[in-house]
């Protein structure tokens, strides 16, 4: 719930919880045996335009956009009058829909993290360098050896007393505390320079590994999605690509536009034509033949419009076309007129 409940009984005691912005105003859990629990509510109190206001205010804190807000929030409007819970069910469903959209991922991040630093050996490197990158203010150098794990030092013989500590620079500083900003706050700006500060600084695998951590605390942030998904992608492209993808996937939600989401088309174009064609044929708000087109010049502005990526952005948006064409054809039975238009197109040709 988006905060404690504040009521509750186990075995006979009661005690309250601190008064917060809960859909419930009271509850009981009773232990019926060790194993069985029985739990009931009063019916609630709040009017549904009360319903409505504290889970616009929940679904508002995950960023929502407002036109997926409002979507979401319909069958709330039309529950049952009669039946004081139907709203209760109702704005549960809601709820519990987005917790899952971001916890649940949160949580798969966290397995996936673990399962990349368990295969740190397989990937050459050094487990300091990932434990830096995720807990340090400073961040690391790519080719930073600690000399003093079992990466480092396969034998275990340890020739050296004890890790190296790498020099502090206050540049690898600066890029922490404008990191921590950009996760809260994405802006294309930010993401070209970060990018370009971590290349040629070369802190690039702390700043991936960095975004990848955020991403098991916050599943929204699309600054950690991109540059997670950017980083990842250069050593391995099938797995930036899933970044981006959850990315776009989150910005459309958020209700961002074409122009907006630009630098997660572009980076998926230039991961493989096949990465951003498969978004393209996923999500509806980029299925028309507006949107398509829309892509195809974000596309093309930043990778070039004879890239293999725009090009399939373009052929997208013109089979989408043809396809709207023709079912307006269908719809308005114009073949007659059609056929006439033909016919003094080519007489004007041949003429």
Known sequence: ??????????????????????????????????????????????????????????????????????????????????????????????????????????????????????????????????????????????????????????????????????????????????????FQDWSEEEADLLLSAASERGLSQAVMLRSEYYLEREGTSLGAFFLAGALKGREDPAQGALYLKRGTSEALKQGLSVDEIGPFLAELGRLGPEHLGSVLLAHPPLGGYRERKQVYEEVGKRLGYDDPAARLAASLASVKLLSELTEWVEQEGVFPQLRSIKERFETGLQG
């Not at 009669?82 to 109702?90: F, H, M, S, T």
């Not at 004890?162 to 921590?180: C, D, F, H, N, T």
């Open 1 to 182: 719930y988006p905060s404690p409940l504040l009521y509750w009984r186990v075995n006979g005691y009661a005690g309250e919880y601190p008064k917060g912005g809960g859909f419930l105003e009271a509850y009981t859990v009773e232990y019926l045996s060790q194993r069985r629990l029985r739990f009931w509510f009063p019916p609630p109190k709040m009017s549904r335009r009360t319903f409505e206001e504290r889970l616009r205010a929940f679904l508002a804190e995950t960023r929502l956009g407002v036109e997926v807000m409002e979507k979401r929030l319909e069958p709330l409007r039309r529950a049952s009058a009669g039946n004081p819970l139907d709203p209760v069910e109702k704005a549960l469903r809601i709820l519990l829909e987005r917790v899952y959209e971001t916890v649940y991922p949160m949580r798969i991040q966290m397995l996936r993290n673990l399962i990349e630093y368990a295969l740190s050996t397989e990937r050459n490197r050094c487990r300091r360098l990932v434990l830096r990158s995720i807990f340090d203010d400073q961040l690391p150098p790519d080719d930073y050896r600690c000399g003093f794990c079992d990466v480092c030092e396969p034998s275990l013989a340890f020739p050296v007393p004890g890790a190296l500590v790498p020099p502090r620079e206050a540049e690898p500083e600066e890029i922490v505390r404008r990191l921590s900003t950009f």
